[in-house]
């Protein structure tokens, strides 16, 4: 039986309450978490160190009742750390294959660019196709499953920044940011005497989240707000503030997040405020500045907001009925 958008946004606001108890004032990451859960892609936390990257993915494995690994990278992890290795059994006299920290639902990727190219792409593999090869086997990974990789952006000494392409197979890109006052004072308090994270109950379980991205690719998408969407991607493709605009690959990303969080938000539908709120977390990390715009420091979000400025917002009386030649969806 699908769930209704209704039961989509009840599992939400559990979640999110649940990983309230935990992270504080992360409210709205929580909800894009979700979205890219529920879409089934991989979310890049960019932002300074501890300000609750760990905290907050190991709040949300809990609570989804899902497995938990981390993987801390450095200059010299290799593919096989990541992916598993084959160990040779004396007693059995033939090799095992030892699964290494990939094989979780929820895999925090810690400080991904530390690691090397060739590091970086054994985990993309098991992103993109969500299987893992070693020694001339292909492995499945249990779903749901999503990777939460980290980035520091003051540090980059060392480091081998995620190509483009790269880049382009991260779902979302988020930055977390800083407490309020008043909420830095909350977490004083609430890890005075000991951490919460440990008392911290699943509110979900693994089966009732992909029943709940079944239910989200179920929204629907009015074809005007298709044509929205389709002219939103083909603007930085055409401006000359941009060197490389958003792939096809992004069209489709900001699509099914928009369908994700109108069902968040308790909607059968997307409305333009959806597409509009997203489109930044979907498109920044995807484009690439011109020279010149590089050269005046222009930042890419900055370039994203006037092109989102200039195309034509639709309007319609009714998002939630399908056009006259479009069958119910």
């Not at 108890?21 to 859960?37: H, Y």
């Not at 932002?47 to 450095?74: E, H, M, N």
């Not at 880049?167 to 000991?194: H, N, V």
């Amino acid at each position: 039986m699908t769930l209704t958008a209704t039961q989509v946004q009840q599992a939400g606001d559990r979640v999110r309450e649940n990983v309230a108890r935990v992270v504080v004032g992360l409210a709205d990451t929580v909800e894009l978490l979700l979205v890219a859960l529920f879409c089934e892609g991989h979310v890049l936390l960019e932002d300074v160190p501890g300000i609750g990257k760990t905290t907050l993915a190991k709040a949300l494995a809990r609570s989804l009742g899902c497995s938990f690994s981390r993987i801390q990278f450095t200059a010299d992890l290799l593919p096989s750390d990541i992916t598993g290795v084959s160990v040779y059994n004396q007693r059995s006299q033939a090799f095992e294959f030892r699964p290494g920290p990939v094989f979780a639902q929820v895999v925090l990727a810690d400080e991904i660019n530390r690691a090397g190219p060739r590091t970086q792409s054994a985990l993309l593999e098991a992103m993109q196709e969500r299987q893992v090869s070693a020694d001339g086997v292909t492995r499945g990974l249990e779903r749901p499953f999503i990777v939460l990789a980290t980035q520091n952006p003051i540090e980059l000494e060392g480091t081998f920044p995620l190509p483009e392409a790269q880049l382009d197979r991260f779902l979302l890109r988020l930055k977390l940011g800083y407490p309020s006052r008043e909420g830095e004072r909350d977490i004083l308090r609430r890890y005075r005497t000991e951490d919460p994270l440990e008392a911290l109950e699943p509110v979900l379980e693994a089966q009732e989240v992909l029943a709940l991205a079944a239910a989200c690719r179920q929204v629907l998408v009015h074809p005007i707000l298709e044509d929205y969407i389709i002219s939103l991607v083909e603007a930085t493709r055409g401006s000359d503030d941009l060197a490389l605009g958003a792939s096809p690959r992004a069209t489709l990303a900001l699509y099914r997040c928009s369908q994700a969080l109108a069902a968040l938000r308790g909607r059968g539908y997307v409305i333009p405020d959806d597409v509009q709120a997203l489109a930044e977390p979907v498109l920044a990390h995807r484009l690439i500045p011109s020279a010149r715009q590089r050269l005046y420091g222009q930042a890419t979000r900055d370039i994203l907001q006037t092109l989102l400025a200039t195309v034509p917002v639709p309007v319609e009386e009714r998002w939630d009925e399908p056009a006259a030649d479009e069958a119910p969806r």
